[in-house]
């Protein structure tokens, strides 16, 4: 177990640069087996220990190892993952990647409209990355900063609206979530704008896009 234990653990620490990469994503896929060798290399060490007459109690060090650690572990997360005072641990988020609730920002009713309401063949501009456009506009999805005067239908989050140039584009549908206007969408062509709530469109495009024989993504990954 040590072996293996280092054979994932030294190419992340040495091999992979932090400053080229973002290493928590590199983390993530090893953690589950870093974790089944820790533990298999404490038990074995526990084994050997409880062998030794000296050492008869070590037999419980394992799930005593592992109790204290899963009980910091658990008194960590609020501070960690919900941003939230927890006995006295510090609030330090750990960003999208540990998985914490995010606001939603509008794309998936968004994605709803533009399946909807745009030809099959559109070109989408907008500032959620592509692999997200892609996933819910089911269009060809590309950055504003590709330039590209071709493009039918313009999709931004309520950041994205405030950096981008809007001339020639017409208000085709407003987003809310809470309340709250969160992702607009622009067409080419004048239409009476709508403004569509995720508390409710969220569940319709769940409903009429979330099925796998509807999402035929070999249409859109091949772009």
């Given at each position: 177990p040590a072996l293996w234990l280092l054979a994932f653990a030294v190419p992340a620490a040495l091999i992979i640069d932090p400053a080229a990469t973002t290493l928590r994503g590199y983390?993530?896929?090893?953690?589950?087996?870093?974790?089944?060798l820790g533990a298999t290399g404490l038990a074995e060490?526990?084994?050997?220990?409880?062998?030794?007459?000296?050492?008869?109690?070590?037999a419980r060090l394992p799930l005593a190892t592992v109790g204290l650690a899963a009980a910091w572990t658990l008194a960590t997360i609020p501070g960690r993952v919900y941003d939230a005072d927890f006995l006295g641990f510090p609030r330090e988020p750990i960003g999208l990647w540990g998985g914490e609730i995010y606001p939603n920002d509008g794309a998936k009713t968004a994605g709803w409209f533009i399946?909807?309401?745009?030809?099959?063949?559109?070109?989408v501009l907008s500032d959620v990355r592509p692999l997200v456009?892609?996933?819910?506009f089911h269009r060809r999805t590309l950055h504003p900063g590709a330039g590209t005067g071709a493009a039918d239908v313009l999709a931004l989050t309520a950041a994205?609206?405030?950096?981008?140039d809007l001339t020639g584009w017409s208000p085709a549908a407003t987003v809310t979530h809470g309340g709250r206007e969160v992702f607009f969408v622009y067409t080419r062509e004048p239409r009476p704008p709508v403004r569509l709530s995720t508390e409710e469109?969220?569940?319709?495009?769940?409903?009429?896009?979330?099925?796998?024989?509807?999402?035929?993504?070999?249409?859109?990954w091949g772009d």
């Open positions: 983390l993530t896929p090893v953690v589950i087996p870093l974790l089944l060490v526990g084994a050997w220990l409880a062998r030794r007459p000296w050492c008869r109690w070590s399946r909807r309401e745009t030809p099959d063949d559109a070109l456009g892609k996933y819910y994205g609206r405030e950096k981008a469109h969220d569940r319709r495009f769940d409903r009429e896009f979330g099925r796998v024989d509807r999402l035929r993504y070999p249409v859109v």
